[in-house]
């Protein structure tokens, strides 16, 4: 990777702290500071099927997810067990995903409780970038009262090894200047896609650690491990080019939205920016001619808390000034009292193209 490429990329990966048994605890407060182990009934050592997950108390056991719920029970036959409430974890895992969605669009789920966030666009720098991952934290909690881990990192390697370094209830921020010595301590099992054996033949080697691999001649680990012995020594150094994957809908909606280089105060500084940000709809919808009927506005305060609001039209129009009031007084909504904001945006929804009816424009 260039070291261009390297600078304008900042990721953060959000993973959910022992997902199905928090869920458990917050549903059943009498279960917190209890073991509680996620996965089938086991029948007092008689049980079949396997642990989904366990809670870090039930971990201090030996127990891990994946094991047998037998092996389980052998372990610490005290502790609560559950089979599950899967349709319950779906949704919670809905509102995660909804929640993380805010903070930027490029947003990536990944499973049901983790999900990468490109927020290259949304913030300055590395400072900036950890009061949002706190901001998603605090957002979690409020939304689904449930505690995440957060890595912020270059790119989606570091910051899924970043997340796994502090939990539960974890930040870890590792800049680009760090992220060899962040890495170089670590088991290669902390690595991406490197598995039991993977790490067996790694160790017939001598390497165990990251830092080992990156160290490691290129050329006797390809011939070991063929095309993914050259990828585990980049992956060594950090280097990871695989972009957050957002899903490519058709065009349903056109936005734009803006960070300001320092947060604005001043509400009418505030709305000639969104003036502008319509503008550019405007002129958009115009050459596209596409006409629009519900307009939406995002904002974010000096402490990543955002709103959006957003009004459906009664006709469809591609007027400017149709947006451009639509806009103003959804944001106004939003700014009962005096705050200091670091974005805003505009949006419009709800497209058809321009033949027939309409208010069109001049
Ligand atoms: P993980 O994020 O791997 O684990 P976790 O959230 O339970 O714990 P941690 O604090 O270490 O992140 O998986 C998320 C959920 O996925 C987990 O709560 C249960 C489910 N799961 C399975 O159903 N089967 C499995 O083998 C694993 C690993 C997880
Ligand atoms: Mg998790």
């Not at 990251?210 to 020594?233: P, Q």
């Not at 940000?277 to 006409?291: G, P, S, T």
Request: aromatic share 8%.
């Amino acid at each position: 990777m260039t070291a261009s490429c390297k600078a304008t990329r900042i990721i953060l990966h959000v993973d959910m702290d022992h997902f199905f048994s928090a869920i458990e605890e917050r549903e059943h407060p009498a279960f917190k500071g209890q073991p509680v182990v996620v996965g089938a009934d086991p029948k007092e050592g008689q049980g079949r099927g396997v642990v989904k997950t366990c809670n870090y108390e039930a971990r201090a056991f030996g127990i891990r997810s994946g094991m047998s719920i037998s092996e389980a029970w052998r372990r610490c036959p005290t502790a609560i067990y559950v089979r599950g409430d899967y349709r319950l974890y779906k949704d919670v895992s809905a509102t995660i995903m909804r929640t993380l969605m805010t903070f930027s669009e490029k947003f990536q789920p990944w499973g049901l409780d983790e999900a990468f966030l490109d927020v290259s666009s949304e913030v300055r720098d590395y400072a900036d970038a950890t009061d949002l991952a706190v901001s998603v934290k605090h957002d979690l909690l409020w939304h689904v009262n449930l505690t995440c881990s957060v890595g912020v990192g270059p790119n989606k390697l570091v910051a899924k090894i970043a997340s796994d370094f502090q939990k539960p209830d974890g930040l870890t921020v590792v800049t680009d200047d760090e992220v060899e010595r962040f890495l170089a301590p670590l088991p290669v099992r902390r690595m991406l896609w490197i598995g039991a054996k993977t790490e067996r033949k790694l160790k017939e080697l001598g390497i165990r650690t990251i830092g080992d691999l990156a160290s490691c001649d290129v050329a006797a680990l390809v011939e070991r491990f063929g095309v993914m012995g050259r990828r585990y020594h980049r992956w060594a150094h950090g280097v990871y080019t695989s972009a957050v994957g957002h899903r490519r809908r058709m065009r349903r909606s056109m936005g734009h939205e803006r960070t300001f280089a320092t947060d604005i105060v001043d509400r009418d500084v505030v709305l000639t920016r969104l003036d502008g940000l319509c503008e550019r709809i405007h002129q958009r919808a115009v050459k596209r001619r596409m006409l629009f009927k519900t307009v939406t506005v995002k904002v974010r305060f000096g402490n990543f808390q955002t709103f959006t609001h957003g009004k459906t039209l009664r006709l469809f129009t591609n007027r400017l000034t149709d947006l451009q009031t639509a806009a103003r007084e959804l944001v106004q909504r939003g700014l009962k009292e005096p705050r200091r904001i670091r974005l805003v945006g505009v949006r419009v929804s709800n497209l058809r193209s321009d033949q027939g009816q309409a208010n069109l424009d001049p």
